[in-house]
């Protein structure tokens, strides 16, 4: 008999994503969807406001990456008024930007994602979580509140604040960085950069070699990649060009000003979510795992697929290794982790190397602006994938149209494929447990997706359920953590 | 600043209070104002930090999960109870929802969550100090109404009470 098997967070509130696995007649898997079912409605309601407004509404998409929105949106607003900010506005936004990239990375691989793979997969739903890590390394769980305090610190005084940021504005920055917070920040930055070389030895020895199984096997598909490089073709965060690599490894690189020529935005029925895909590819759409057409991942493992190499030595280092051991591009989908962990380090000696800069402290950082028509298109690298602001105004400066595509919004076609994959090879005849329900999480968190779908039980109790109905809707099985 | 073992004053503090809400929203600044009365008129006792949370609450609790462990955590927010505009009663943890929309994420999961997870997996005493909101506004840079404002030093020396 058909059944289908929802696996949903228990809402409270809009009920933000789901997933729902249906079973063929013999108990196999006949298709899945990510459902998506929260609507925000920024590209509706900026309408109508100050451009300059925009760097510091949109930090309220997120709480958890403002700093990407800011920045997109800063540079969307330079594009508008067609300036360019003066170099050390730009290396003050690409500070900001790295320290934040700290504090995000070291969040995700210890609080959502570590748990699956320091407590192992099977462990118990009690202990595979945040705090089992910390019952397990009680001393980990202190360097990591330390080190995403000290990331926060050197944003406090770099803009004033971590969070909600105000400090990029058009043309630049808003407030220069004076000696003495410089030496502070560097002290603190060290510190940050010491945590991250820990971080990739500790994953390394104790983490990834014990998991590779499953690496190999858990949501692997087979897509393109997206991400941005600079002119030497090295993993650039804030600015460069946009690099859409098709799943033989052959590439273009485009101005993200022309991103529509490129990718294509397609809508399903059953989720809020947008597909976005390679429209240049000719080939169209489709997210089905076996045949997949138009569909490119960003996030992590897409910008170490597109890169050439690292700008930084350690994670230069690091890159290398990783390269030779999975080759390029590679399609393991929970490498994601691994590659995040390069990031990290990439970061780090990022930040350290332009508080050492002079130019830093230069006062000369915001050139002036004025009003026009325009359109213009801001993009940077957000922890989960390429963020594209694209803003038009009319001759006094007030928005006329928004477009955004965020980082989770470009997965959203191979995170449903992951699912796809995962429950096929986890699902047969019919026979499926509670092991399934976290390894099908698994493969969803390894996108870090910014849905309520990313999330990771604290304390075993009800988290996420699987219902399981037959062919006429009746509810026969619930499986839940 | 750190100090001396290396964590953020509110990770390492033995007693904490939070004052959560959004200083733009009218009432909802509740919360941050109390925090701040505390600092300006009635100084923080030993052994107690005192923080303005504002709306990054979960970043801090995120924190004491991680972190060391503190005695009790006293959150103070405005809720609607349907009580008289003002009053200030203590809310049993118990009260709160216990469903749990997305578990835990740093993106959209509620802080009843967390404050739940404080409890019963670390064995923080968390205790919750609300105020019975007087109205709700979405215009940025609404005031708090006077009724609130009068509420502020009966909730801040009430918080003062629960971390001795």
Known sequence: MAKTITIAPVSRLEGHAKVTINLDDAGNVKDTYVNVVELRGFEKFCIGR????????????CGVCPWSHHLASAKANDAVFGVKPPPAGEKLRRLCNAAAYCEEHILHFYVLAGADFVMGPDADPAVRNV??????????GRRVVRNRYLAARILNIVSGKSIHPVTAVPGGFSKPLTEAERVAALALGTEVLEFAKWTMAWAKENVFPKYLDVVKMLGVITTGFLGTVDANGALNLYDGKLRLM??????????????????????????????????????GFSIDVDSPKGIYRTNTLARINVADKMATPLAQKEFEEFRQAFGRPTQLTLLYNWARLIELLYNAEHLVELLNDPEITSKDIRVPVTLRAARGVGCVEAPRGTLIHDYETDAQGLITNVNLIVGTT????????SVNQAARALIKDGKYDQGILNR???????????????THRLDGKLAVKIDIRGADGELVGVLAN | MTDEIGQ???????????????????????????????????????????????????????????????????IVDVIDRGRPPGEVFEVPLDELSHLRSDDFSTHLGPVSNLLFDLRDGRGIDVRILACQVAGTTDVLGEPMSETMRAAIPIAAAAALRLVR
């Not at chain 1, 098709?246 to 809020?272: H, M, Q, R, S």
């Not at chain 2, 504002?54 to 970043?59: E, L, N, Q």
Request: proline share 9%; glycine share 10%; hydrophobic share 45%.
């Open chain 1, 50 to 61: 100050p451009v300059e407004e925009l760097p510091r509404i949109v930090t309220s998409i």
């Open chain 1, 131 to 140: 705090l089992g890590i910390i019952g397990a390394n009680p001393e980990v």
């Open chain 1, 246 to 283: 098709k799943p033989d490894g052959t590439f273009v690189d485009l101005d993200a000003a022309n991103y529509v020529d490129y990718i294509g935005e397609k809508v399903l029925p059953w989720t809020y979510l947008k597909f976005p895909y390679a429209k240049s590819w000719g080939e």
């Open chain 1, 410 to 417: 470009h997965n959203n076609g191979p995170i449903n494929m």
């Open chain 1, 440 to 454: 099908v999480e698994m493969a969803i968190r390894a996108y870090d997706p910014c849905l309520s779908c990313a």
């Open chain 2, 8 to 74: 953020p004053p509110w990770a390492a503090a033995r007693l904490l209070i939070l004052g959560c809400g959004n200083p733009l929203l009218g009432d909802d600044g509740f919360g941050p104002a109390v925090a701040r009365h505390i600092d300006e008129h009635l100084g923080t006792p030993a052994g107690v930090v005192v923080l303005d949370a504002g709306t990054a609450v979960r970043k801090v609790l995120l924190d004491l999960l991680l972190g060391d462990r503190p005695e009790r955590v006293v």
